[in-house]
């Protein structure tokens, strides 16, 4: 992501051979500055989950460079009641608010992930380890056990979502292990966004609809 950035913001200051060739590097100072910036927030989101460490009785498991799960539920968008009011509501509203007071009525604009973020507001934070293992992290004050196996097709079902959402939310990277048995078969979605955080989709008066 720095060489990215670092490529992005220099412009047309760079050749395409100076794209191919160089590689822009932070200092590793500058990853453990940010975490440590981050960690007092986080912990107050995490310290009061319980842990459970699942492990698998194959090596079914692939990471990514995105790995961390974050399950906040079905409905992760909470839109509000003016993203979906039609143009007749807009001005009938906008006549009401200018008689006399001087005031304008603005229309809210609803910009949003098209992707579940956010480990505050996670139901469950899943990561995966290691080829045969998961760490979950449950609801807050919630009570779980602190080890769990699963073999056969519940493994092989647990191991299946958890993938999807490595694979799904990934930047450009998707890695398994050697032995893993169906990797080579998985499917793997077109390219999109470098940067899937970067795509947003807006709900206003245009449309009833969500509009990426």
């Not at 304008?104 to 956010?118: A, D, F, L």
């Amino acid at each position: 992501m720095a060489d990215y950035t670092a490529k992005v913001r220099a412009g047309k200051l760079l050749t395409r051979d100076d794209v191919e060739s160089l590689t822009a590097v932070p200092h590793p100072n500058a990853h453990l500055e940010m975490m440590c910036r981050t960690v007092e927030h986080l912990a107050a989101h995490i310290s009061n989950r319980p842990l459970t460490l699942v492990t698998l009785d194959q090596p079914l498991l692939v990471t990514g460079d995105e790995p961390v799960i974050v399950n906040v539920g079905p409905d992760h968008i909470q839109h509000k009641p003016d993203c979906f009011i039609t143009k007749k509501e807009l001005a009938r509203r906008r006549r009401e608010a200018g008689k006399g007071s001087g005031k304008t009525y603005g229309q809210v604009v609803h910009i949003y992930p098209t992707r579940p973020s956010g480990v505050a507001d996670a139901i469950e934070i899943a990561l995966p380890l290691s080829p045969r293992s998961i760490l979950f992290l449950g609801p807050k004050g919630g009570h779980g056990e602190p080890h769990a196996l699963l073999r056969g097709a519940e493994a092989a079902h647990l191991a299946s979502a958890v993938n999807q959402h490595v694979i799904t939310q990934c930047l450009s990277r998707v890695a398994a292990n050697p032995e893993h048995p169906f990797f080579a078969d998985l499917e793997f979605p077109p390219p999109g966004p470098v940067d899937s955080r970067m795509r947003r989709r807006v709900s206003d008066e245009r449309s009833a609809h969500e509009r990426t």
